[in-house]
């Protein structure tokens, strides 16, 4: 079946960086639009990035220039590069995956259990 592990979340100080990481397996990785979400305490799922099979990448306007959505197909591994990191990043952050990109979070077909990200001021 399918998996998405989530790794690499963590506490920094404002200013700081961090990596995360999604362990993919059970499906055919290269295929699928991957992507990032956050849900922080009291809001809504967002979407923070996806790539597309292809490579194409998007972001969100809160996190643009900071942080870099990259996969790595020979792995099946999808990682997020958050630099700069602020504390309004606080949340707890997930992987998905979806045959197309796009869409609300709940149409997203795959899970990660999530990591939590938490950065002091």
């Known amino acids: 079946q399918v998996q998405l592990v989530e790794s690499g979340g963590g506490s920094v100080q404002a200013g700081g960086s961090l990596r995360l990481s999604c362990a993919a397996s059970?499906?055919?990785?290269?295929?699928?639009?991957m992507a990032w979400f956050r849900q922080a305490p009291g809001k809504e799922r967002e979407g923070v990035a996806h790539?597309?099979?292809?490579?194409?990448?998007s972001y969100a306007d809160s996190v643009k220039g900071r942080f870099t959505i990259s996969k790595h197909n020979a792995t099946n591994t999808l990682y997020l590069q958050m630099n700069s990191l602020k504390p309004e990043d606080t949340a707890m952050y997930y992987c998905?995956?979806?045959?197309?990109?796009?869409?609300?979070?709940?149409?997203?077909?795959?899970w990660g259990q999530g990591t939590q990200v938490t950065v002091s001021s």
């Open positions: 998905a995956a979806r045959f197309l990109c796009g869409g609300m979070w709940w149409e997203w077909s795959y």
């Open positions: 059970g499906y055919t990785y290269s295929r699928y639009c």
């Open positions: 790539i597309d099979s292809d490579g194409s990448t």
